[in-house]
Nanobody, 122 residues
Framework: QVQLVESGGGLVRPGQSLRLSCAAS????????VAWFRQAPGKEREGVAC???????YYADSVKGRFTFSRDNVKNSVYLQMNSLKPEDTAVYYC????????????????YGQGTQVTVSS
């Protein structure tokens, strides 16, 4: 059974950091392009980062220089390090696989988890 489970969200103040984790089961994550996207209430889904099987990573302009995507193939997991958080980063964050033949940047999300809430507020 294919499953992605996100964790690591929380409530932080502006300027603080969070590290989101996404653990995969039922398949090998490093054979897929993987993305992080977010969705805030009343807003469109927004791609945050997208990684081509450990090669290039693409970031949304709104997070470039603050967010960093990484993988741990041993743990079959991906991560999103989020620094200098801003109130506008508040959203539910999801990790998602893309079809194996897809390439980043892309929003052709195939599987994704239940999401983890990130709230940035003073």
């Amino acid at each position: 059974q294919v499953q992605l489970v996100e964790s690591g969200g929380g409530l932080v103040r502006p300027g603080q950091s969070l590290r989101l984790s996404c653990a995969a089961s039922g398949f090998t994550l490093d054979t897929y392009p993987v993305a992080w996207f977010r969705q805030a209430p009343g807003k469109e889904r927004e791609g945050v980062a997208c990684n081509n099987n450990n090669a290039d990573t693409y970031y949304a302009d709104s997070v470039k220089g603050r967010f960093t995507f990484s993988r741990d193939n041993v743990k079959n997991s991906v991560y999103l390090q989020m620094n200098s958080l801003k109130p506008e980063d508040t959203a539910v964050y999801y990790c998602a696989t893309l079809p194996q033949r897809a390439s980043c940047p892309s929003s052709l999300y195939d599987y994704y988890g239940q999401g983890t809430q990130v709230t940035v507020s003073s």
